[in-house]
Structures are given as structure tokens and as C-alpha cells.
């Protein structure tokens, strides 16, 4: 395989992996970055650790939803993750949070 097929197998399997995440996003209600990793999770729980004077955060998350586009089997029911820089968890906006204007849309 030459090196431009290989990017466009890359680009190929990103532009994929961007579409399944567009139609599962939202089935989920957080979104959590590790250092290595972006997940969607339904439960997220972060513990702040220390041992050996070093600290780290465990991560568990449930139903959770891998970026990933070497995993076969994005979709995990449980997942513990450990991280030795920051964890950002958000929480996704509801479907009933989105307040669209009656009268169409608030562009000038």
C-alpha cells in the first residue's frame, strides 16, 4: 500500500467515524475528553486519586461511545479510564433543552 493510499484509507475511515458519532451523539448525555481519548457516555463519574505522591484521575464512565477509529466495537456498556493530565466532562444539551423561535429563525 503507497503512503497516499494509505492517507486516503485514514481519511476514509475518519470521515466515517464522524458520521457514526453525528447519528449517536445524540442517544448520549455527556461528552468527556482524556488526554488520549473523546467519549459520549450516558454516567460519568471522575475520581481525583493519589498514590506515591503522584495523582491521576480515574474515569468510569456506562453506556458509553469510543472515538476510535481502530476499535471494531465503539459502543461499551462500562469503561474505566485513567488519566494523569485533566478530564473535561460536559453535559450534552437535552432535546427538550433546545429552544428553536416559533417564528423562524433569530438571523437578521
Do not use: C, H
Not at 492517507?7 to 457514526?20: G, I, P, V
Amino acid at each position: 500500500m503507497s503512503g497516499d493510499e494509505l492517507e486516503n484509507y485514514e481519511s476514509e475511515m475518519e470521515l466515517q467515524l464522524y458520521r457514526e458519532y453525528r447519528d449517536v451523539v445524540g442517544l448520549f448525555r455527556y461528552v468527556v475528553e482524556t488526554e488520549r481519548r473523546f467519549y459520549l457516555a450516558n454516567a460519568v463519574e471522575v475520581k481525583a486519586r493519589a498514590e506515591g505522591g503522584e495523582v491521576f484521575f480515574e474515569v468510569l464512565m456506562e453506556d458509553a461511545w469510543v472515538w476510535d477509529i481502530y476499535r471494531t466495537a465503539r459502543f461499551v456498556k462500562r469503561v474505566r479510564v485513567l488519566s494523569f493530565k485533566d478530564v473535561n466532562v460536559e453535559e450534552l444539551p437535552r432535546n427538550d433543552d433546545l429552544q428553536l423561535p416559533q417564528d423562524g429563525p433569530a438571523l437578521p
